[in-house]
Antibody
């Protein structure tokens, strides 16, 4: 059974880069089909950030395009997120997930809270 | 403002049925059979309850069902139980100049 675990700093300063990694276990990341990042600001709803296919083709939320990069490392069986020029509005619980296709995230990590503050 | 429109809250008594709507456009809900529904309990990660409009993942109760008409998708929960009290989100594939995923703002279900 696939398991996902997010890791990364819990505190990032404004204007810096948020970097997170999602370790995948019990399942080969090469099988895919897609891998996604989704976030949830405290007390608010879900926001899809980006996804990447097993072949490395990526899609991004238009509202975040230009600031975000998703990447895959098949040798380590993990995928990553980088979000540049963060502000307080980027404070959220960040989830990684497997996307079975059609935008459906069928397995999720537990989530990690990232706070943007000086 | 969320891309898909859901009611902020719905409620029902144990044993009753409720329906949550999710309204989008022809670029997302209306144009593709790629609508998913997620259940989220406080402090927990979301869990998919319905995918591809009508399909239930293995292990999800058959009390949960999905449908779609035009640009509006719906989640129906029958035989309400106390454990169904949670937030529910719809999500849909969207194709405009780019391909991406959009979510609804979420609906708080209260079991009275």
């Amino acid at each position: 059974q696939v398991q996902l675990q997010e890791s990364g700093p819990g505190l990032v300063k404004p204007s810096e880069t948020l970097s997170l990694t999602c370790e995948v276990s019990g399942y080969s990341i090469n099988t895919g089909p897609y891998w996604a990042w989704i976030r949830q600001p405290p007390g608010k709803g879900l926001e899809w950030i980006a996804s990447i296919s097993r072949s490395g083709s990526s899609n991004y939320n238009p509202s975040l395009r230009g600031r975000v990069t998703i990447s895959l490392d098949t040798s380590k069986n993990h995928f990553s997120l980088k979000l540049n020029s963060v502000t307080a509005a980027d404070t959220a619980v960040y989830y990684c997930a497997r996307d079975r296709g059609g935008g459906c995230s069928d397995s999720w990590g537990q989530g990690t809270l990232v706070t943007v503050s000086s | 403002q969320s891309a898909l429109t859901q009611p902020a809250s719905v409620s029902g008594s144990p044993g009753q049925s409720i329906t949550i709507s999710c309204t989008g456009t022809s670029s997302d809900v209306g144009g593709y059979n790629s609508v998913s529904w997620y259940q989220q309990h406080p402090g927990k990660a979301p869990k998919v309850m319905i995918y591809d409009v009508t399909n239930r993942p293995s292990g999800v109760s058959n009390r949960f069902s999905g449908s779609k008409s035009g640009n509006t998708a719906s989640l129906t929960i029958s035989g309400l139980q106390a454990e169904d009290e949670a937030d529910y989100y719809c999500g849909s594939y969207r194709k405009t100049d780019t391909s991406h995923v959009v979510f609804g703002g979420g609906t708080k279900l209260t079991v009275l």
